[in-house]
């Protein structure tokens, strides 16, 4: 039987995964805030203490307590935030573009984006997909296609319509003709296009690439909103700051964020 000496000792707080480490006083008016406790301390005379002290919360949780202003923290686990930023970052990924697939063809790393004279079209496969012949080697290969093998690809676009005009799934099946069955399939396809559609921006920025001189005006806009209900409270008023580039468009291209929302002074009675 091992001792209980010879076990590894169990971290203060989870350590941090990927250069994520997120168990640190929150307060914004904290001298502390932003500072991660120590994943060790020492023990004996002389040693310096951590910032925060590691209590419980009840029920088997665990929080930390600054010192500084006397906060609760609780602790969270980095690996799991570390692998929900990858989830939502990898539509970023690098899009790998179909070559040849022949292994030491001059033309491995060329996609087929390139065209005449590395590739010639060469018919479709059963699927319905492009195929390719290779001008380097002559190995013939299928391009892919995101719309090949799924039926009724004609109404995806009436659907992205109703679905961005926020029309309920039921109402979408009944104007595209279609049954729930065949509906959620294209929601997912959907959601991943647009996702390719956004990292195929985006990754311009990361690459830096030149932005022009913009001019960015930003408008202050008011709107009164209504309660759903007569005897709710009274009607807010939502404050916002739209920024708009005056060589593109002339009307607000992003809402940036919302103002705090507070009821409207001189509103006397619910809205109707």
């Keep these: 039987m091992e001792k209980k000496s010879s076990e590894p000792a169990r971290p203060r707080i989870p350590p941090a995964a990927e250069g994520v480490q997120v168990n640190f006083c929150r307060n914004p008016a904290c001298a502390q805030s932003g500072i991660p406790a120590g994943e060790s301390t020492g023990r004996g005379q002389g040693t310096p203490k951590d910032r925060y002290v590691v209590v419980g919360a009840g029920r088997g949780a665990l929080c930390l307590k600054c010192s500084g ?8 686990s980095n690996q799991g935030i570390a692998a929900e ?14 070559a040849c697939p022949t292994e030491g063809c001059a033309q491995a790393t060329v996609g087929i984006s390139a065209g005449s004279p590395h590739y ?11 195929r390719y012949r290779c001008s380097a080697c002559g190995k013939t290969f299928s391009g892919g296609s995101a719309t090949v093998g799924r039926k009724q690809s004609h109404k995806n676009r009436l659907i992205f319509q109703l679905l961005m005009n926020k029309s309920p799934l039921r109402h979408v099946c009944e104007v595209a003709g279609i049954a729930p069955g065949s509906l959620y399939p294209k929601v997912d396809f959907l959601h991943r296009q647009c996702l390719a559609f956004a990292g195929h921006r985006e990754r311009r920025l990361q690459a830096g690439f030149a932005v022009p001189r913009l001019y960015i005006g930003v408008d202050r806009q008011e709107y009164v909103v209504n309660w759903t209900r007569r005897t ?9 700051s739209p920024p708009l580039d005056r060589k593109e468009s002339k009307e607000p291209t992003d809402v ?9 002074l001189s509103a006397s009675r619910p809205a109707m």
């Design 85 to 98: 930023r990858a989830r939502l970052g990898a539509y970023l990924a690098a899009f790998t573009e179909p």
């Design 120 to 130: 010639r079209r060469y018919g479709t496969s059963r699927a319905g997909s492009q």
């Design 69 to 76: 202003c006397g906060e609760y923290p609780p602790l969270k």
């Design 256 to 264: 940036r964020g919302l103002g705090p929302l507070r009821p409207s």
């Design 232 to 240: 709710n409270l009274p009607p807010l008023n939502v404050l916002e």
